[in-house]
């Protein structure tokens, strides 16, 4: 079975544009969680979303939103980007909502000039 | 959620086994503690969770005393591929949590050859 994947890789944007991240957690995983990842940092958390609900929001302004597909992938949008926004995001992929085993991807490590 | 502490970074030799101490003094009776490992530009990955005593697994031990307020992560015979950095969490019990971990900075652990 295919691990966590994320898209893209790599991003660059320029301030005040917005830009769209992808996930799609394992096979049979209902849940998938946003976190951002700062250099130096660990990973602080973002959103929860499971069977396409939010679940948990962590101290985010609202220029960050999400969603979940029918098809449990998700995607997270970040509007009028900061040179702060410019992080690691990294997707995890939950059995359900309430398991605190969670599978990481790669991340997208996204750069804002 | 309880915070943790644990140290910023230690260095160690290959062939060594490595200890991290967590300190988590306000931890409550249904937290569970988890350590997850992190390698550069790659998302964590869960190690070992625990709850009380001691548990083993094929990557390493966790050691938690009686009064839970503090836990050991032995690392055995250490390579220069255990080179990351791991981090200490204290997450509730599978049946409450939110998909929600919050991250510390973590011990950054380097092996020399």
């Known amino acids: 079975d295919a691990g966590v994947t994320q898209s893209p890789t790599h991003l660059i944007k320029t301030r005040g544009q917005h830009v769209t991240l992808r996930c799609s957690p394992i096979s049979g995983h209902k849940s998938v969680s946003w976190y951002q990842q700062v250099l130096g940092q660990g990973p602080q958390f973002i959103f929860q979303y499971y069977e396409k609900e939010e679940r948990g929001r962590g101290n985010f302004p609202d220029r960050f939103s999400a969603r979940q597909f029918p098809n449990y992938s998700s995607e997270l949008n970040v509007n009028a980007l900061l040179l702060g926004d410019s992080a690691l995001y990294l997707c995890?992929?939950?059995?359900?909502?309430?398991?605190?085993?969670?599978?990481f991807g790669p991340g997208t490590r996204l750069t804002v000039l | 959620l309880a915070k943790t502490t644990q140290p910023i970074s230690m260095d160690s030799y290959e062939g060594q086994e490595v200890n991290i101490t967590c300190s988590h003094n306000?931890?409550?009776?249904?937290?569970?503690i988890t350590w997850y490992q992190q390698f550069p530009s790659q998302g964590p990955r869960f190690i070992i969770q625990g709850y009380k005593t001691k548990v083993t697994n094929e990557v390493a031990s966790l050691f938690i005393p009686a009064d839970r307020k503090s836990s050991t992560l032995s690392l055995p015979r250490v390579s220069l591929s255990d080179t990351a950095v791991y981090y200490c969490?204290?997450?509730?019990?599978?049946?409450?949590?939110?998909?929600?971990?919050?991250f510390g900075q973590g011990t950054t652990l380097q092996v020399k050859p």
């Open positions: 995890a992929s939950l059995l359900t909502s309430s398991y605190n085993e969670q599978f």
């Open positions: 969490l204290v997450v509730l019990d599978r049946s409450s949590n939110t998909g929600k971990l919050i």
């Open positions: 306000n931890i409550a009776t249904n937290d569970y």
